[in-house]
Structures are given as C-alpha cells and as structure tokens.
C-alpha cells in the first residue's frame, strides 16, 4: 500500500501517523518525508507492507492531522490520463507504446489534438482521438475541449507537445493536473522557438523540462528537468532532433513520478521523493 | 541534530521512535528510512530539529530497539581521518585542499605514503607526513601504519590511489572504517591497470568506484559511482588523465556521504540515503 | 554528400583525398579523420557540399588510396534493416515507432521473433512479422532464419533483446551487420542475468551496451554505452524497468550512428565520429 | 605538433593544407574540421606526426589561404595565466593544485585578489599574490591591475569566482583572453544571486558556464556547461554547496579546452573541438 500524506508541520507528526500505521500492523518499508521549514509545510509518502480498509484508515489518520491535511491511502492505483498533441509525435507515440504494453501506470482514455496528424498512429492503438481545431474563436474550442476532457474524467491531462497556450480559465478547470513537456532547461529560453534560441545563444547543453500548468506561462512548479550536450556542429533543426529525444525522456520520467504518487505540488514548486 | 539508527526490523519501530523524538519535542525535519525485505534489516537516518541530551536519548531509544540495535545520536561531529597515498596526487591534494578550508567535513591528522613523493604537498599544507616504504617484508610494514594509524584513532583510513594490496589483518583492524577509491566501474575491469583494460576492450566509458575495503579485493560494498564517455581518440594515458579527474569526485562524494552519517554497511552492500 | 573512408595509414591521404574533392568542386563542410597509431589504421567521415557522380567519384579516390581501402560516396541512403526480437517490447516498439514516422534512416523490412508474443505490435504497424521457434534443433531454426534475412537483403540486422546465443556460422553470415544491445555496463556483468549480478553485487549505477556481434558472446565491438543511477531502494526487478529505459535508449543512439555512417569497424574497436 | 587554423571558408581549402603537410613529410593523426555554412567560416585542429621549422610552416600555409586567416603552428606551448579572485577558494586552489603538479597546461604567473582572503592558499603554493580592493574609484581599481596583468603578458587571465564587474575597457585590453566562471547554466539565472534563483524557481538541476567575457555581461561566447541534479530537499546554501564543485569541474574543463588550443571564438560563439 502507498500513503501520502501532505499538510502544515507541527511536532509528534511522524509518531502520530506511524502509531496508527503500527496499531494497523502495517510494515513501514519504505518511507520518505519531508519538512520545508520556510513554508512549514510537512510531505510524506509511505510504502506499507499489510493490508487495511482504505476509508478507515484514511479516517484515522485524518484524527490526528492538521484539519487542512491532504491524505490519500492507495492514491487511485487505476489513474486515467488524457492526453493533448498538435503536430509532433515523439510524446505521444512514448506514451500509446507504454499503454499498450500496459507499463505506463495509467490509462490513457482518449487523444485530442488541435490538427489530425497524429489521428493515425492512435487509430494503429486503437485509442480514441479527437479534432478541435482552433479555426473558430479560442475561447469557444477551449470550451469543447474542457467539456470533453471532462466527460472523460480523467486524473491528469498530459500536454504532449501541445502547441497552443491555455487559458487561465482552462487551467482552473484542471488545477495540478495537467502537466506540460517544456523544450528548454527552463527558465532559459522561456517562450517560443528555445532551440532557435539555444542555438544562437550557442549554449552548449539542451534540455527539456516537465512542469503543472499554471497561469503563468512556463512558470508553473517543475517536476523533472535533463540536458544533453551539444555543440558547435549542431544546427538549430539537429538541436531539435536531440532534443526531443530528452523531451520523451523527461516527460516519460515525470509521468511516471507523478503516476506512482511521489510528486507534491505546493505554492510554485514540487516536492518529489524519487 | 542527525540520529542514525540500524538494526532487525520488527513492526513499530517508526512509531516508537518518533514517539520518543516527540516526547523530547524534536521536530523531524527529514526523515529517510530503509527495509532490506530479504535480509529483514531497518535503517534509519533522522534530521531533527531541537536539543536534547545525547547518552540519555541514545538509550531511551535502545530501550524500543532490538538489542543489536546501532543507534548513533549526533555521531561524531569531528571525524578525523587518516589518508593513505602512492604516488598520484589527485585525490589527496583535493582532500588537502577541503581540509585546510575546513569544507571536508572531518579533519585529516596524518597522511602515510609508501612513496615520499607526496611528502611536500602535506607540509604545503601541516599535515603530517610518514613515509612508510615496504622495503622490508610486507607483514613488518604494516605492522608500523596500524600502529601508527592507531596511535592517531581516527574515524577513517582513506586508501587514495594508496597502490598495495593490504592483509586480511589489516583490515579488520579497521573493519567498515577503510575507503578505497578503485579506477575503474566495478565489477569491470577488477585488478590491475582497469585503463588499459578499457582501452583494448574499446569500451566507450571509463569509471571509478568508491568502497569499503574488505578481503576480497575490489569486492568491497561499493559506496558511490560515476563514469565519464571516453572515445576512440583516447589513448590509455589520455584515459588515464580523464579517469584521474572522475576518481577525485568519486572519491570525494564518497567521502562526503560517509562524513555526514548517510552510508549504512551491511552484508556486502551499502544503504546510502543522499 | 556523404564520403567514408577507411584504410591502412599513410602520408599525404589527406591532402591526395581532398585535392580530389577539390577537383569536384566539392567543398567540405565537416571532416573527421583519425588515424589509429598502434594499428597504422585511417578512418575519415566527409560531409560535402556539392554534387559529383557516385561512381566515377569512387573510382578517382580509389586511384590514390591503398588497395585495401573500402570507399563508400553516399552510402546506401535507403538502408534496409532486420529486426530479431524474443519477449521484451521496449526496443522493438521503439524502431517501430520512428520507421513509422520516418525518422528511423532506415526502413525496417521484417520482424523475426523466436516467440509471437511481439507479432500484434508489428501487425499495428503493418510489418511482417515471422515466428521461428527453436522448437527443432538449434541448427535448423538458425538455418530458416539466415534463409529468411538474406531474403530482405538488409544492411544490417539489429537484436532488439533476442534472448538466443547465435552460432559462429550466423554470424560469418552477416559479418559486422549484426548489432546487439546488451543489459549491462560491458565488461560488467558479461553473460546472464546482469541485473540479478548488479543487484547482488550493490551497484550504484546499471547501463547498458549496444554492439557488432562477433563469436566470442558478449565481446563484440562496443558502439555505444550509457548508464543510469541506482541505490538501495531498487530490486532486482526495479534494476530490469530502469534498465529498459536506457537499453532502449542506447540502441537507438547505436543505431543512428550505424545508419549515418559514423561507425568504422576494425579488429575489435570502433572509431566512432560522433 | 598542433597547427590551428581560422578563416573565411571557400573551396580547397583543406587540400591545400594538407597537401602542404605532405610536402613537409607531416603525417596528420588527428584533423577535427568544421565549417559554419551561414557565417562562412572556417576552422581547423590539427594533430600532425613529424617536425618542420614554425615559422616557415605558418609562412608556407599563410600563402594559400586568405589573407586574414590565423595560422598558429604549435601555438605557444608554455602558456602563463593570470587568475583573479576575490573571497571563494574552490576554482583557485584547483587551478593552484593541477600548477603545482604540472598538469594545468599553462603556468600560473600571479593572482590578483579584491579581497586578501585567498593569499594564505597562494603563499602555501610561492604564487605571488597582489591585493588590488576597490575601496577606491573603480576606474582607478581597473588601471592598477591592467597595468599589473600587463606586467606578466599572460596568455589568459581567468576569472575564478571574481565579482566584479569589469569595464569595457578592462575587457578591451584583453580580447578574447578572459574566462569567467558563472555559476548558473547560461542564460538560466543571469545576473546576480543566480543560487538564490534557482532554489526560488524549484528547478530540479543546476550548472555552472565558462565563456569569454565580452563587454555584456553574462553573455560572452560560451565554452563549457554542466549540470548537477539537485531537488526540494536543497536549500539555496547547499546549491552553492553543490555548485562550487561543478564551477570547479567545467572551469578545469574550459582552461584544458583553451590550454590545448581546441577552442575558436567567432561573434559570439565558440568552436570547440573536444
């Protein structure tokens, strides 16, 4: 069993939850814990050995933590994902190869896309993909898209180098569930074309970073950042080519620390207990 | 404060242990805890915030424990540390350099050289240099650098690029308390002259490995490891050169996780809570 | 333009090479040449701007090389492949997936797997797939499998973990066009079962190694390595999920220098220009 | 012998300089060629066997190329920096190390310090070390330590963790001869605090950058970048902690890269053949 536990700090924490883990003879394999001191925030995942009734134990556990505290016992060990692309499919086809072979931890319920190129490769996994072109005003495809999104109801939304920027409205529909694949070691090269960018700024490392979505653009709590060398022989296309081999790698890594319940978000920043 | 606890795992132990740190108002800042299934062990490692006296929580927590049980309360702040040598410099120059701006994390007391090649860096920098050649029959001069190595009771014996194979006596005089940095990405290239090993292999990485020095030669509980690409353009002396620069981190990172009580020995293995 | 070019070692190669090209109007954007000391062995990857026809090109550089050289201008640029497959998805998906989308440079011709547990995928993607068990004699399953390659005439047949040992006279077949990927850090762990080894020995880093396959198992000529950091919190199997990633990883790094003639193969090294 | 070459590209090139190299019985080993196709530029490594008088060499090679081009045969091998510092050790006393030992490729000839913190390190090494503060104006300050770098006609001048801002005219007077060590991954955290940055922004690496200094700060032409691994149990000091070791690391690796003549500067970019 997993246990996460995530709430304001205060002294005999640890004794109080590992008490009640101890009273249900539940075995402590694994346990990590984390306290930030500025905020006084307190973050805990636990991997038990035993077996308890999931509400009663929630309940119990509830008895002893700060009022506000977030508890999950078992966090949906069946999460779904949607996912949302435009034109390129490194991400996507990562994700279809994983949910096909059942290794990626979720299941992936249905695939939007903003133009229908990559309609064929999840008809080919036999997944569900659905065109909403932004040929009319945004707000109303943004619409279609939350409503969609919603009929699904899925656990995260997972922008797989989805090109359009969302609105504040969108992102509240979904708060802390909707994760982005960044193609720059973000905060450099913010904003558009970071390979052109990278390219003339004539760095000599390239990344990629998965972050939440928040209202800010590119500003939201990063959960996973890689790099890859480069060098003058590149030019900004073969920048491009190495660097979505690090996008698929980031965000593959991102999902699945979010997806085995290792990622708290808090304020702008993640906890993550890899 | 740090707490350090290792010992048979039973059911409630968190528990006892955080009621205890609790009951003194420690508050646990971070908290890593590890269970070997298969050899059924628990280890501990506890940042906490708060004062206490140390004998009496060092035995209220034995009093939970299992009897075999290692609990190490604020283990000792000074570490000293005795660095034995060759001829290469690397690897004692950098710990030099971190010892005399107090960045080590311990203080070095002596350094022993079967060479005196290496004599004039330690009086660069005061520290005692013995130069102990095995002229003599091998027995004889070990003999003199236990005594020696005792006379000075240090927390570790740090073997860098020290270029001979110790006895069996030798090292239990000092079981777990012997660092060994080896050129080379154990298992691979074990024994003698691993570069130019590498090199006839073609291997397109080189590496180094820090451990614990047991009997069994380069079988030791490994405590850290990295590697850096190397290509067809190396020579074994450039591989030589490359591999110097990764031995010294290596090394150093080791001896940084030993330094601040986050290496656990056990069997042949190491839990390292970085 | 692509020129490779390989061939024992002499003085002025380079000036008579270029001069030639100069001849063609040819202009060299990047040249890597290197030249092994200990072997008296040249090896040089030209990348031209301009045009000259193929075969007169060859001839004219072939007339100022030793009679040895092997010359390749443009070579295939539509490079056949083979895939030889057991159990394991992860690689296999991963060529799939990038000859699905054109970014493979080469075209995958046909699948072969010893077991049909990887036929459905190869059917999404509408590539012949063929089951050859070892149900028979090792001889005679070897013996349609040679037939059955040489069939599709490829460049090169890539092991995407095939769980089989190959015989030498498999292996004369197909010299220096068989590439394998291994699951471990060779020389490490050489032979079966690495991840139970590198558990069991306490590693901290895993890897994996793509390489030709030669008669001696495991020996072959390393094209590429990497490796990933582990501790104590993995198993055994934990080791195998991680391992996948880079083993997919390497392969793909391996085979894109293979496809984009970077890779010379002599005794058993590889210079490659990366 | 190493000849380096830059200049406007334009066709044969490389013919002409290797059939001079022929003519003079030198045998390449090693030719790393590059050329950027936009800026139209031309740059050559070369590691050539045999011997041949300098000066008539680069005359001879001069001939055939255009008339800007910069010939350097054997270019100074016994190379002198001058480093400046002001409070932090770690970059220093790795540059005084790898001096002592005779493994820095260059000789340190003086350190020019604004605070007096570091002169105890450098008198353990008989480095002469000069205080120049700014307690005065900074101009002032300036003119002083030209006068005095001038005094020792460096070929570099290494900034190791100086913080300062120098003038345009101090950066004049040395072009393309100042390396500065900034302690973020460039353009990441530009400016000042960029430690305090990164812990405020929860990115999940850090890194350090070696470029040249030109007169806009933090955006010279870069030569080297890293990155370490760091996440939410960081603190801003234990970034710098984890930072100071790889500012050391990519500022050893830029020296070794400009010491072994393997780096051209161009606009604002550099060509490194590693």
Redesign the interface.
């Known amino acids: 069993m997993i246990i996460t536990i995530q709430c304001s700090?205060q002294?005999?924490?640890?004794?109080?939850i590992?008490?009640i883990?101890?009273e249900h003879?539940?075995?402590?394999?694994?346990?990590?814990?984390?306290?930030?001191?500025i905020e006084r925030m307190f973050f805990m995942r636990l991997d038990v050995?035993g077996s308890a009734a999931e509400a009663e134990l929630t309940n119990r556990l509830e008895t002893v933590l700060p009022i506000e505290a977030v508890v999950h016992v078992n966090p949906s060990p069946n999460k779904r994902i949607v996912v949302m692309v435009t034109k390129e499919?490194h991400c996507l086809?990562?994700i279809l190869?994983r949910n096909?072979?059942g290794?990626l931890g979720a299941s992936v319920v249905a695939v939007i896309g903003n133009h229908d190129v990559l309609e064929k490769?999840c008809n080919?996994?036999d997944i569900p993909f659905y065109l909403i072109t932004y040929d009319e005003e945004k707000a109303g495809s943004e619409d279609k898209i939350i409503e969609l999104i919603k009929s699904y109801n899925p656990d995260f939304v997972i922008l797989a180098k989805f090109m359009r920027i969302l609105s504040s409205l969108f992102v509240a529909n979904f708060k802390n569930k909707i994760i982005n694949i960044h193609h720059s070691?973000?905060?450099?090269?913010a904003g558009a074309n970071p390979y052109r960018q990278a390219f003339e700024?004539?760095?000599?490392?390239i990344?990629a970073t998965a972050h939440f979505v928040t209202d800010d653009l590119d500003e939201g709590?990063?959960?996973?950042?890689?790099?890859v060398p480069v060098?003058?022989?590149f030019t900004a296309q073969s920048m491009v080519?190495s660097g979505k081999?690090i996008e698929t790698?980031v965000l593959?890594k991102a999902m699945d620390l979010v997806l085995t319940d290792r990622v708290f978000v808090y304020k702008?920043?993640?906890?993550?207990f890899?």
Not at 11 to 16: E, F, K, R, S, T
Not at 201 to 205: H, I
Not at 221 to 227: E, F, K, L, M, V
Not at 268 to 272: I, L, R, Y
Request: no cysteine.
């Open positions: 700090d002294i005999g924490l640890v004794a109080d590992s008490r883990l101890s003879r539940l075995n402590i394999v694994s346990m990590r814990e984390h306290v930030d001191k050995d499919y086809a990562d190869i096909n072979f290794t490769i080919r996994f070691f973000l905060p450099a090269f700024r004539g760095v000599k490392l990344g709590p990063i959960i996973a950042q890689q790099i060098n003058h022989s080519k081999e790698a593959a702008n920043k993640t906890v993550v890899e």
